[in-house]
């Protein structure tokens, strides 16, 4: 291309790190506020009162859920740098493992949702589960792969509750089997990219660099893959599928994976505008990286659409009861409209704007549409969880009775727990960002991935 | 022996390397020719650029042909199950409501469409097919697809002149420069 060809000699020996206050004020702020807010919320899950208690628990799942996706996301671009041997992205791959990095912590944030306290107004078939084990003096431990080894006192106790489908479905959706999921999905797929991040960093000080460490992390990114693929289908499953336990659609874990992608890019793409703009990054990162990533951003929303569409199109065909409740809730009264703006917003208007060209080498202007993106984002994790806060809600507290498709003023916790969440993954992320250098400046690609031309 | 003078196509400049011909097509460019192209056994990553080549309107053909492929597969669908022979299957509406029904037809339309209007787009704005061209006269021209680079400046140019033309070409590096005629 016409800009001036990166050589050796222009990649500092040492590497480029972050070092700003204003950063480090900007990370402060940010750990500050999800301190402080983390308390409030404390407060709201656990001590106020159930209506309070009860549509807070909707408002942070959604948000605990939207970040969860954007640090998978992270861990899966990582990933698949590595196992697809990729020359391209070496200069932006530090920013995919530091929003990778970010995983591990989203545990903290995942904690209310495996406290029973919390999990009675989400995930309905619990709370059946714990009564039919207290009423019939079933264990919840004799219920574990219950239906693999046949241990009958739980599935009696289901069944003398007349809860058919939760019996059949009973060797996955028990209390056992979730929480050791819920801790696998932390474990594991923290392990991976703490392990291939590891990888990355030691060569950045490795006094003679060879390919050892990308061929390790290119191995090891090959069967984990497999971990970053059960923990999104699996965590989407238990968390947001499990909200209504006789639904299901087959399609749930791809849709998830189709979201966390495309957004995980964007957060990406306006890290990298961002650094460039604060001076970091100039020499290695150029017009074609923002246009690969672009390209990548309209790959995934086109992916999006098709999932969400083949989703949407085989549970409208089939018209079968158990699946069509889902879209039932969300074509009712203003989610109807939420829902027929998604479709527009998430996919039409994005697509349209991302096929030029040249708006994909701008940088800036490729962030703008990163951030519209994210916004869609919210909308369409918004529409996946909180219109099940009222059905659910109605029956458990008497007060909502009558209430038809929302909560009146619920939106104020939505909004709170979104910004606890994303504060304390804005303070994870920036100190995943400053811990290592910018770029991988001694890995063997940096120079054929500075000048990567497409 | 012909007595009749043969048109001038124009002239044909051999280049030693990619590189040579990079750096010749920028001073091509730059010296404002308008029919001129390069010929390379290989595509050259940037090349556009240094021939400074206009965005192509092929896009627009395409965006437009994709947009009545939707048009004509959502009207085809629509036509056909609402307005003239509705069918109601498992209580599922006939009226706009149908449409996700129609979309698998509308998508594919759009791609259809799409890839035509790309196919024959490019054909008429590249004036293809065709059956000759005047450069194939030259007898280097066929090393264009084996290891030789060319720069070819057109006679329509208006820039272009016998002598000037050819000085200019010597002058960025170009070899064995040729005046390719036009065969009967």
Redesign the interface.
Known sequence: MAHDFVTSADIPVDGERISSSKLDSVKRIAGGAAGLLGLVSAYLLFFSPDKVAGSYAYSWLFAFFFFFTLAVGGCFWTLLHNVSNSGWGTSVRRVMENLGAVFPWMAIFAIPLAVPGVQKWLYEWMNIHRAAAETHHASIFQGFLGGFYGSPSMKDALEADHQGLLVNKQWYMNQVAWYCRFVFYFLGLGLVIKTLRGFSVAQDTDPNPTTKNLFKARFHSTYTLIIFAITITFAGIDLLQGMKFDWFSTMWGVYLFAGAALNSMAVIIITATLMQKGGYLKRVVGPEHFHIMGKLLLAFTIFWAYIAFSQFFLIWYANITEETSWYLIRNTGGWNTASVFLVFGHFVFPFVILLQAWLKKNPKLLSIVCVYTLLMHILDYYIIVIPERSVSLMNLIPDYKGVTTSIPGAFWGDILAFLTVGSGFVFFYLRALTQTATYPHRDPRILESANVSN | MSTTRKRVYGYLAEFGSASALYKAAEKVRDAGFRKWDCHTPYPV??LD??MGMK?SIL?WFV?FGGMLGTATGFGLAYITQVEIYPTVV???PANIFTV??F??IMFELTILFSGFTTLFGLLALMKLPRLNHPLFASRQFHRATDDAFFIAVEARDPKFSPDGTRQFLEDIGGKSIELVEEED
Do not use: E, N, S, V
Request: zero cysteines.
């Open positions: 990553h940037g650029a240094a965005r896009p965006f498992q209580a599922k996700p029904a979309f698998p």
